[in-house]
Structures are given as structure tokens and as C-alpha cells.
């Protein structure tokens, strides 16, 4: 795919940056999990935006394994809000670098789709 990210096309017909920035924008909607799922199976072809459903599929899975964390009454929860406080923070820098049509890799978020992934 050689056209600007802002021209490719990718599922319904919308554009891959805007694509990519609703994957992003779903985890804080709380539907991450579910709609980056369905992006990859309906985005066979643009690594553009699967490039961030899978990045939001791990941060999404990132913040499920945390929350047993919570369990544990003080330290826990501190530690759980501490991560999930990153993670989105880290989640709405990639929305707006998506939206741009610029990549952004979360730290160390690839050795995690590494492990879920298989390219």
C-alpha cells in the first residue's frame, strides 16, 4: 500500500487513520477487547491499523491480568491504578498518533503482541 495512511481505505470503507484511531478510542469506552477483535478478522491487509488493534488488544489484555490486583486491598489497588493510569495515558498518545496518520508503539507492548500474535 503505497498511498498516505490518511488515503488508504480499510473496513467500511473509512480511512486506515481513522480506523486506527477508533480501536484506540474503544478501550475507553470499554468495548477494546471486542471491537480490536473484530478489526483484525474484518483488516486482513493494512498493517497500518493492525498495527494498533493488535496494540490495543494487548493493552486491553494487559489490564484484565491486572485486575486480580485488586484483590489485595491497599497495595494492590495502588499498583492496579498506577498501571491502568499508564496504560491510558499511553492509549490516548497512540489515538492521537493514529488520527495523524503517525505510528506510535507503546513500550514494550510488542513483546506482548509477540506472544499473542502470530504474523
Do not use: C, H
Not at 11 to 28: D, E, K
Not at 72 to 99: H, P, R
Amino acid at each position: 500500500m503505497g498511498l498516505d495512511i490518511k488515503e488508504q481505505r480499510s473496513v467500511g470503507g473509512l480511512r486506515a487513520n481513522a480506523v486506527a484511531f477508533l480501536v484506540n478510542l474503544s478501550t475507553f469506552a470499554g468495548v477494546g477487547l471486542i471491537f480490536s477483535l473484530i478489526v483484525l478478522i474484518l483488516e486482513p491487509n493494512n498493517e497500518f491499523v493492525r498495527k494498533y488493534a493488535k496494540q490495543t488488544l494487548s493493552v486491553n489484555v494487559i489490564a484484565i491480568i491486572t485486575l486480580p490486583l485488586n484483590i489485595v486491598v491497599k497495595v494492590g489497588t495502588i499498583i492496579f491504578l498506577v498501571i491502568i493510569g499508564i496504560l491510558l495515558i499511553l492509549q490516548a498518545i497512540a489515538a492521537v498518533y493514529s488520527l495523524l496518520g503517525k505510528e506510535f508503539d507503546i513500550p514494550k507492548i510488542d513483546v506482548i503482541s509477540d506472544l499473542l500474535f502470530v504474523d
